[in-house]
């Protein structure tokens, strides 16, 4: 092997390293929207180099985000461990916001949908299959109201990746206050007749891919 060779590639592996470490930075300072030139621009490399690499924002977003959803894996299996559904569902919920807070990166995903085939799409249809078991153990025990479906998360991500968004400048912790809302009114003891049914697998499919 010509050295010159050897040494190109470990230059390639290096940059490629700068970037993955510079997106996670950017991606977590200012989401998954935030402009490729900046990434770029932080890893000290060209937008051709960052593009050789990524083709596309979706592979950089797969590159980068299934590790740092394992966090959610955690937050899951914690939840499914407390030997109380219900405190295991509130458990669940906090470290799933809170996540979500600490990172623009993963707010957005947890609140968009990515194609079915991207390592990110996986991750997060992996979560929602453990977040189905926390709720089913949740409404089973009683304590949790008993039209609450799994679906009825999504829409609560949604709106609370909003207040993580819009907050989380010059207040944080303000997403922990409308948790609590959240979580008084699902309570089974707490709960009144809802008109509106839950969406169906359709009409969240629908708005997840306008998403």
Known sequence: MQPQARHLRADAARNRDKLLASAVQVFGERGLDAPLEEIARRAKVSIGTLYNHFPTRQDLVDAILPERLS???RITTEALADPDP???FVRFLGGL????????GLNDALARRF???SAVGAACRRGFAQAELIVGRARESGRLRADFETRDLVPLMWAMSQVIRESME??????RRHLAFVV???RAD???TIAVPPLTDEQLEKLMRGR
Do not use: I, V
């Not at 916001?97 to 623009?104: G, K, N, S, V, W």
């Not at 010059?170 to 997403?175: T, V």
């Open 184 to 186: 008084d009114g699902l």
């Open 97 to 104: 916001f809170e996540l979500q807070a600490r990172d623009h």
């Open 190 to 192: 707490s709960a009144r």
């Open 115 to 117: 194609p079915d085939d």
């Open 170 to 175: 010059a207040a944080p912790e303000a997403w």
């Open 71 to 73: 966090d959610l894996e």
């Open 86 to 88: 219900w405190e295991g």
